[in-house]
């Protein structure tokens, strides 16, 4: 897969254009280091951290663990990557639904 261009979204996130469909990273919330898990629920486990600052696609949403973070509380599970699942309480996507197509 090849990038075409990176620039910013309206709302200040980043965004990439690949091919014709654009991908949107959002931004993790302030200070945090944010745990990375296996499935959508903390009783998954963690495959990594990401550092302070990250800024994360979400490709689908999906519904697990409740979960309370700086943005609220949710259900909401953002997939970030194969088999990469973060708390949407902790991603800044702008709403308190979903933003994204629903993982399979």
């Known amino acids: 897969m090849s990038i075409d261009h990176v620039g ?12 014709t469909a654009a991908l949107r990273y959002y ?4 200070g945090v280091r944010l745990n990375v898990r ?16 990250a ?3 979400v490709f ?3 519904q697990g663990t409740t979960v309370t973070g700086p943005y609220g509380t949710s259900k909401v599970w953002d997939n970030i990557d ?4 973060v708390s ?7 709403s308190d639904g979903y933003i ?5």
């Open 27 to 30: 931004s993790v919330a302030p």
């Open 82 to 85: 194969n088999g990469e699942y």
């Open 88 to 94: 949407d309480a902790y991603v800044y996507t702008g």
């Open 55 to 57: 800024k994360v696609p």
């Open 60 to 62: 689908c949403q999906t």
């Open 100 to 104: 994204a197509p629903r993982c399979s």
């Open 8 to 19: 910013q979204a309206e709302d200040g996130n980043e965004a990439e254009t690949v091919g």
């Open 38 to 53: 296996s499935g959508p629920g903390t009783g998954y486990t963690v495959v990594r951290v990401l550092p302070e600052g």
